[in-house]
């Protein structure tokens, strides 16, 4: 057999059935409670990942205060993570091949387990990132391991059941994520977020390596590409800097920044061309040449950017502008749960009956519908926490629900089992790097609309102004005079225009959102079609799910 056959085979075993019976330990050797300690420590292991995402979302001004660092960093402490984990994707199914699965897991939980240390003792930017650095990449190489190992561990007729069991962690950073980092930085203090990520990791290592140590896993040596590797990590690694950096250093009037750019850029072009040439590619991108993966997965990928650069934004305004908690803030957010995963299993019943684009055409325009209704917060005269955001964010759950599903059957479709499972991969980095990028890029928007505003506010309130004589007057009726007034109403100004900005990055999200709507039309016509027998079933409800993580 070929080397190129061998690699093929050894990428997400998950979807192969030879691959499969390969790396199965063998369930008649656990007991009630081992198969039960299997089951907690990978699925424990798969949550500590995602919450890493959506845990620290409601907490990131927290680190920044601690840190002693301004506002504008707390996104870098994401976005490094998100950038980390996106480049274990495509390197894992050849780490658990060169080293075992079962060895790589126990290594990536210990490694994350330091990196989570790192970041919990240290009081510099420059470590914390590194300890970030190590959660993601570590992190991330356990995401197919976990899902492999889970599978093995089950009967044929079980196996779909095992891939619900673990696609159920697959929402949890947006939906349960935010409470409970609200709730460990109000309670606790942030820190313990990361002081709980030290021994949790370990119990999870410990137990697989009790468990499944001695299980039978094929180790193979294969090719590796190195330089596209490096080439790629470079890329990204440059222009995520520029982007996290660009607004503070403003843009092309920094060297820096405008160095970062063309590195970046000539790094990225320089590893498409290898890649095309590459006998054994990290990345297949010849997969862009078929039109449904090009518009499947950009579609995802950008409206997981919309998504999480919105729910980030959300976060922090409302804790900024708004005045809500740590945890009041993660508390908006829980609605998400009535909707998210029910919708997800129903969209998974009904893939096979619809076309597609159709159910992703829907789904995207429901999502710009979420946004122009969020648009309409009212922010300073709520009357409970939920008077304003239920209903919004029960739709986002529906939303969120049936995101993921229909674009991924659209990107998959007319492809053979193996392109397919090279396809999970691209699209899964791609949709992770959405991720990283849209805290900051949304984060852009934000900050010019709002000085824009408020650019147009201190032009019309003014001591001469009709309106601004009045605040003026009132200001004054309440003890204040003069600069302090003055002071004030420039306070004033300043978050009312962070709310207007807010309101229009809502809104042209929303026009974002259908224009990804009628985009997906473009693709080719993907179903209805009959529904796949049981165990190919398995197979694309567990690609399904790869792509759902984190």
């Known amino acids: 057999m070929s080397v190129a056959s061998e690699k093929a085979r050894d990428i997400l075993a998950v979807t192969r059935r030879d691959s499969l019976k390969a790396v199965r330990a063998d369930p008649g050797h656990l007991n009630g ?37 301004s506002p504008s960093h707390a996104s870098w402490m994401q976005t490094y993570y998100f950038i980390s984990l996106a480049m274990a994707l495509p390197v894992s199914s050849w780490m658990a091949s060169r080293f075992g699965k079962v060895r790589l897991f126990i290594a990536a939980m ?29 992190g991330g190489l356990t995401i197919p391991l976990s899902q492999t190992l889970l599978l093995s ?3 044929g007729p079980k196996k779909a059941f095992a891939v619900a069991l673990w696609s159920m ?24 977020l990361f002081y709980l990520n030290v021994p949790l990791p370990l119990v999870s290592a410990a137990l697989v390596w009790a468990l499944l140590f001695d299980s039978v896993s094929r180790r193979v040596k294969l090719p590796f ?81 919309l998504m999480y650069g919105l729910l980030s934004i959300l976060l922090v305004r409302l804790q900024s502008v708004a005045g809500y908690t740590s945890f009041m803030v993660g508390s908006v957010l829980l609605p998400l749960v009535i909707l998210a995963k029910p919708m997800a299993v129903f969209f998974h019943r009904i893939v096979h009956y619809f076309d597609a684009r159709l159910l992703a055409c829907l789904n995207l325009v429901a999502f710009a519908g979420f946004c122009f209704w969020t648009s309409r917060y009212d922010f300073f005269q709520r009357s409970s926490l939920f008077s304003g955001t239920l209903g919004s964010q029960v739709l986002e759950g529906f939303c969120l629900g049936g995101l993921f599903v229909p674009l991924t059957t659209l990107f ?19 949709r992770v790097l959405g991720g990283s990028i849209a805290s900051p890029l949304i984060g852009v928007i934000w900050e010019r609309r709002a000085a824009f505003h408020q ?23 309440a003890g204040m005079h003069g600069q302090i007034a003055t002071a004030k109403l420039a306070g004033l100004a300043s978050r009312h225009a962070a709310i207007l900005g807010l309101n229009d990055t809502f809104r042209l999200s929303a026009l974002l959102f259908l224009g990804l709507a009628a985009l997906v039309w473009f693709a080719r016509p993907a179903g209805p079609a009959r529904r796949p027998p049981p165990r190919q079933a398995v197979r694309e409800t567990a690609l399904e799910a790869l792509v759902e993580e984190p």
Do not use: K
Not at 39 to 59: D, K
Not at 172 to 182: C, D, K, M, R
């Open 33 to 69: 409670g081992q198969f039960f300690l299997l089951n907690f420590a990978l699925l424990l292991g798969n949550v500590l990942v995602l919450f890493n995402t959506g845990a620290f979302a409601s907490i990131s001004l927290h680190a920044a205060g601690g840190l002693s660092v």
């Open 110 to 138: 210990m490694l994350m387990a330091l990196g989570s240390l790192l970041c919990s003792v240290t009081d510099e930017l420059m470590w914390f990132l590194l300890g970030r650095v190590f959660q993601g990449f570590f």
């Open 153 to 155: 561990a089950y009967s």
């Open 169 to 192: 962690a697959a929402l949890s950073p947006f939906t349960l994520g935010p409470a409970a980092g609200g709730w460990i930085a109000d309670t606790l203090g942030w820190r313990w």
């Open 225 to 305: 590409d190195h330089i596209g590797f490096l080439l790629l990590a470079v890329a990204l690694g440059c222009l995520q800097a520029a982007l996290n950096q660009g607004q503070d250093a403003d843009w092309y009037n920094s060297g820096l920044i405008m160095s970062l750019v063309f590195t970046g850029l000539l790094a990225l072009a320089c590893f498409i061309v290898w890649e095309l040439a590459e006998r054994h590619p990290l990345l297949d991108i010849r997969l862009f040449a078929r039109r449904n993966f090009a518009i499947g997965a950009i579609v995802l990928s950008a409206s997981f950017l």
């Open 412 to 430: 998959l479709s007319g492809l053979t089992p193996r392109r397919q499972s090279q396809a999970v991969e691209l699209g899964g980095l791609l």
């Open 455 to 477: 650019s147009r506010l201190v032009e019309t309130l003014t001591p001469y102004d009709t309106l601004g004589r009045e605040i003026i007057g009132s200001l004054n009726a």
